[in-house]
């Protein structure tokens, strides 16, 4: 595929309803910047960090970081892709992967998630708010897909949380749109939030959960999924780029000890500073711990029934509907 045929396929949200779209997607990408690419852009100061840069079809356009550590190449990604599919179905039918597949699940996720965000780098300057959004909405996704994939009831959708006095008496409702419902035996166990960065958006998954479990008298689990957290920084030299760290862990702190800790929050691409920040690790950690054990362990927790709920859900296609 042509770079604008990739471009045009990544733009199309309808091209993306089941895991093996995604999969067959990553693989077109990964062959084109085999061979199709201007140049490898080294960040100059996490080296394994690169951007790609397309020829004149892309613009010279220059893509966002991409971590060389996760990122599968286009020969390793076919055998990669087989072993995450196993993965899945070993999970599903309730067995636990051996621990050396976790870093194929992160891997694969990671690629399938950056090969769209990076096609999407090449359209033009005036569409990146575009991009930004078919990208966000592909990752959401993307997750919903594979949690539905283990046999786990999940869609998104907008909760309509009753609010009352204090004699009990429903006053109204007020809504609240979520990336992820899921339930299990007719109850609501997990809301949760996806995200591509955390970047402006970690303030309202705290106190999503501060307000929904106040104003419906639950402890229901509230968890966050990002991609990434890091974005192409300018340096001073022409031509030349690094990256720098959008997330804050001042907030999350902040939030964690003073309003509510979240009952989980994951990474694909996860900074260094969190994994030697002894009160952050406590409380974020890569994907595969979410696939691996959280997301059982949720799930067996007392939830919230359905009929002391209203919400309307969103459509993402058959294999989540």
Known sequence: MSLSDLVRHAADKERFHTIKQYIDFCARYLEYI?????????????????????RQEGSFN?????????????QDFTQAAQQFSTTL???????RPADDLRENLIRTIYTLQQSIGAALDALPAGKSNQARK??????????????VSLDVHCVSGTMQVPIKDADGTELFKSSYQHDLLCSKDGELKIIGSVKTSSKDRIDKVFMDKFLYNRLTDTA?????????DVQRKKTKRENEYGVSATF???????YTVKLNPLDGVYYCDIR?????????????RTIDYFFYADLWELLNRRGQRFDEIAFEQKKIGAAAE
């Open 220 to 228: 229901l689990p509230h968890i966050a999924i990002f991609l990434n």
């Open 272 to 284: 260094p500073n969190i994994v030697e920040d002894a009160r952050l690790s406590q409380h974020i």
């Open 248 to 254: 804050l862990p001042g907030h999350f702190k902040a």
């Open 34 to 54: 085999d061979t199709g690419l201007q140049a490898r852009i080294v960040s100059q100061n996490e080296s394994h960090y690169q951007f790609f840069q397309y």
């Open 89 to 95: 179905e070993q999970l599903r039918d309730g067995q």
């Open 134 to 147: 078919v990208n966000g909405d592909l990752f959401e996704r993307l997750i919903r897909l594979l949690i």
């Open 62 to 74: 220059i893509t966002r970081p991409i971590n060389s550590r996760l990122m599968y190449d286009a």
